[in-house]
């Protein structure tokens, strides 16, 4: 894999300044694994008046204001369990940048599950004889995002593994078929055609064959014909399956890199980004109205979200994926873990944290990790188009204050650390495993 190219008014807050201390409560999460209570508990949480939430957000409004943006058009939503500690245009859908890519996941996972894997079919039309297919070799996409240079060689060595040496009529490309993110089918299929083949390898290839955990043998299928797209799959011969990485993996890479092409292509699966959008606020129990998405990647100020809808998404991700003994950390960016877009934000350690940025925009959500309040969920929105170096400054300062106050947690509770059965996607990269012989 070509790792760079994934690196592609007023204020409305829950009280006022002179507004009562209001104790501290424990939260209750005994109603966690209830879907009715869960449900229910994101649709209408407790509104509380959080004295420390509430001056962090307006010294956060404060600082933008010195920095030109109007406090009217930014947007933050905290909450802690079913408690809604702080809000600032809370309900109020704004650009969101990149945080379109948490309902891109929460629609993928709610339709497809964690452990869905894209099937890409190889087949035959003519025969084998020697080595030889005296015919064509047929791709029959499935929608892999994320079939790049180590899968194509990994494809080409399994090939050979079946006695396949050359071809001597042309590589037909159907389906939904992309390699190293590239969507047009003839241009896929011929970075496909270069994979299989060692002989006509970059050096960019050679670099990616040499890093793979587990090589296989160098590939050498001869290709003699062109390559030939086509609109509808034609009658073929199957020859092998290959399955992409799970959906976890290629959600986690989405999200380090905030990839925009792995988005693009999964909400187009999914029926456009309206469809993510309906998807996405059906099961965070979110009214449509504060979710309105043009794509899957948060490209262009149209991807509009509320900070409430940001926020319980995240939630609803974090509890369907209980069921499969993962959590929010394996599939967003990891403060101390991963660098990816976080690159040296200073967040605490152990935090589960989204970014995204466009010309007017900066902004943020994910979960931090607190020893008083337990996990503080975010959704931070700055519009307006200041330094990001600054943005990003005073949205770490926002979220270390509340560290600051309620307590770093120590050790990072189970429920926001990597699971270690869900190995790292640049490992299983080319794994000839699943590249599968059909009878």
């Not at 004295?51 to 009217?72: D, E, K």
């Not at 799959?233 to 399956?241: E, F, Q, R, V």
């Not at 926001?416 to 190995?423: A, F, H, Q, T």
Request: glycine share 10%; aromatic share 6%; hydrophobic share 45%.
């Amino acid at each position: 894999m070509v790792k760079g190219w994934l690196i592609t008014g007023g204020i409305l807050l829950l009280g006022a300044q002179s507004a009562p201390w209001v104790p501290m409560r424990s939260v209750d999460w005994s109603t966690w694994n209830d879907d009715t209570t869960w449900v229910s508990l994101l649709g209408e949480p407790n509104r509380v008046q959080d004295p420390v939430a509430i001056a962090a957000t307006q010294q956060h409004l404060q600082t933008l204001a010195t920095l030109g943006l109007q406090t009217s058009a930014q947007g933050i939503w905290l909450q802690a369990g079913n408690e809604v500690l702080a809000e600032h245009r809370g309900t109020e859908p704004i650009p969101a940048a990149s945080l379109t890519k948490i309902p891109t996941t929460l629609a993928a996972l709610t339709t497809w599950g964690a452990d869905h894997r894209f099937e890409t079919v190889v087949g035959m039309q003519g025969t084998l004889r020697d080595g030889v297919i005296e015919g064509n070799l047929v791709i029959e996409g499935g929608g892999d995002p994320l079939f790049v240079w180590e899968e194509a060689i990994a494809l080409g060595a399994a090939l050979q593994r079946q006695g396949i040496q050359q071809v001597t009529g042309d590589l037909i490309i159907s389906g939904n078929f992309a390699m190293n993110f590239e969507a047009s089918p003839g241009a896929a299929g011929a970075l496909l055609r270069q994979g299989m083949n060692a002989d006509l390898w970059s050096s960019e290839a050679a670099s990616q064959y040499r890093g793979m955990t587990n090589p296989p043998s160098t590939p050498r299928i001869r290709i003699e014909g062109v390559v030939r797209p086509v609109d509808a799959p034609p009658a073929y011969t199957s020859i092998l399956s290959h399955q992409s990485l799970s959906l976890t993996q290629i959600l986690k890479a989405m999200n380090i890199y905030s990839n925009n092409f792995i988005a693009d292509w999964l909400a187009e699966q999914l029926g456009g980004g309206a469809n993510v959008a309906q998807t996405a606020a059906a099961a965070a129990a979110i009214s449509p109205n504060e979710v309105i998405l043009i794509n899957g990647s948060g490209l262009g100020e149209d991807n509009r979200i509320s900070p409430r809808a940001v926020t319980a998404m995240l939630m609803t991700l974090q509890h369907q994926l209980k069921t499969n003994d993962l959590n929010v950390a394996d599939f967003f960016p990891v403060v101390g873990r991963e660098r990816g877009t976080l690159g040296s934000r200073a967040i605490v350690p152990g935090a589960a944290i989204k970014t995204g940025t466009l010309n007017r925009v900066s902004s943020l959500a994910g979960v931090v990790p607190t020893r008083d309040r337990g996990l503080v969920w975010f959704a931070i929105f700055d519009i307006g188009g200041a330094n990001l170096t600054q943005l990003h400054s005073s949205q770490d300062q926002l979220l270390q204050t509340l560290v600051n106050r309620w307590g770093e947690a120590e050790p990072l509770p189970p429920d926001i650390r990597p699971s270690d059965r869900l190995p790292s996607y640049f490992a299983e990269l080319g794994d000839a495993r699943r590249n599968i012989a059909v009878p």
